[in-house]
């Protein structure tokens, strides 16, 4: 079996990796630098199956993963009037857990064969899933879903990025087959399960593998459209248009073919970086966030052609911000006030609308410490400071618990 570890971990990550490693079967697995304990798959963790698919590996947010585009902007063309910018994209675009789309967006994917799947699941199930997801695409979410507007320092180019997944569509597409794995019915209430869930497997070549494998596919294309959907809303916004993009998932399982061999590769918050593949990864609000490409070398094959999405967090939501007490609206006992992180956004020039203390610059690791210990597997080909970040509001309960 290969294993490969980069950077350095804390013991619940390092044992809920191997303890990944140990079961189902597995030919070989990586934890990025990135990597912090998760959902029974660490994040930053890449399991390599044979013959077997992990829908908790894939995790509850389906096709999370990230779009940027460079556009025809430059820094001094929209310095002056960012407030208002920001304030439009805030306006615009739904944020926030349970949000409708303002608008009703038409798109092919509804037209997909895949949606056959939830017929077979029945038909309750389908009309419900499919209403849910008409009404939230092109909608963002909470927790650390971003919109920036970020600058190439080198050039003044101006970008656009997002950071999302499949919403409660994928979300609820995870709870179903995780149901359907355990002898449960889709639609269930599933039990409160712990972090430390064994991982979840499936045979890729039986009846419930090919729909949960086509289910995924089809969360996968949401996701796409949604980000889609946002980076164009936001073009609309600046009056620009776009001249090279980048758009890949970090939470998905992939056929591939490693050392002359087909294996589903799931990666939980790990980006995709073949030779010559392009990514997009966002450090936090004040950090940087880059654009990379895969090398063709030994040392990226031995990571199974992974590499980081984004910082990793080094302090939990709650750690952060305090407990919330859901009735008061308010939250107490955390580490970073609400003060620190505003002296620290302002002193690095972002434009901030949303976002709380659970998503300061505080709780990241630096994203170059990161990308050093995945020096030889990747090249940066562009370095990205952001001026402009809009999220959710700081109450906002996030509901993934990867």
């Not at 675009?93 to 608008?103: A, D, L, M, T």
């Not at 895949?114 to 939230?136: C, F, M, N, S, T």
Request: charged share 25%.
């Amino acid at each position: 079996m290969k294993k490969k570890i980069f950077g350095v971990h804390d013991d619940n990550t390092l044992r809920q990796f191997k303890n990944c490693l140990r079961t189902g079967h597995v030919a070989g697995g990586v934890l990025c630098a990135d990597g912090h304990y998760g959902y029974s798959q660490p994040v930053g963790g890449v399991v390599v199956y044979d013959g077997q698919i992990s829908p908790s590996g894939v995790g509850y947010d389906i096709a999370c993963g990230n779009k940027a585009v460079r556009t025809n902007l430059k820094w001094t063309e929209i310095e002056k009037d960012l407030p208002r910018l920001m304030d439009e994209i805030a306006s615009t675009i739904s944020f926030g857990v349970g949000r409708k789309n303002k608008k009703q967006v038409d798109h092919e994917l509804f037209d997909d064969p895949d949606w056959a799947v939830y017929q077979e699941i029945g038909k309750q199930e389908h009309d419900r899933l499919k209403k849910l997801a008409k009404d939230q695409l092109g909608t963002v979410g909470a927790g650390n879903h971003f919109v920036d507007l970020l600058v190439e320092k080198e050039t003044g180019d101006i970008w656009v990025a997002n950071h999302f997944g499949s919403r409660g569509f994928g979300h609820k597409t995870a709870s179903g087959f995780l149901n359907l794995a355990v002898g449960r019915e889709f639609s269930d209430r599933a039990p409160g399960e712990s972090m430390e869930q064994a991982p979840t497997l499936i045979d890729l070549d039986s009846e419930l593998g090919d729909l949960y494998y086509r289910a995924m596919t089809l969360s996968g294309k949401y996701a796409y459209a949604g980000r889609d959907y946002v980076v164009d809303e936001v073009l609309s916004i600046l009056g620009a248009t776009s001249e090279f993009e980048v758009h890949n998932h970090h939470n998905y399982a992939w056929k591939e073919t490693h050392f002359g061999k087909e294996y589903i590769v799931v990666r939980k918050g790990a980006t995709p970086s073949a030779p010559g593949q392009i990514g997009f990864i966002g450090g936090s609000m004040g950090d940087i966030s880059v654009i990379v490409r895969g090398n063709d070398n030994e040392a990226n094959a031995d990571a199974f052609y992974s590499t980081v999405h984004g910082a990793g967090r080094i302090m939990s939501r709650t750690e952060a911000a305090g407990r919330m007490n859901w009735k008061t609206r308010k939250r107490t006992g955390g580490k970073i006030t609400q003060e620190r992180m505003d002296q620290a956004v302002q002193k690095y020039g972002v434009e901030l609308r949303g976002g709380g203390t659970d998503e300061s610059p505080f709780v990241y690791r630096k994203l170059r410490d990161v990308l050093d210990a995945h020096k030889e597997t990747i090249d940066v080909l562009h370095v990205l400071k952001p001026v402009g970040v809009c999220m959710a509001g700081a109450n906002e309960y996030d509901p993934y618990k990867d």
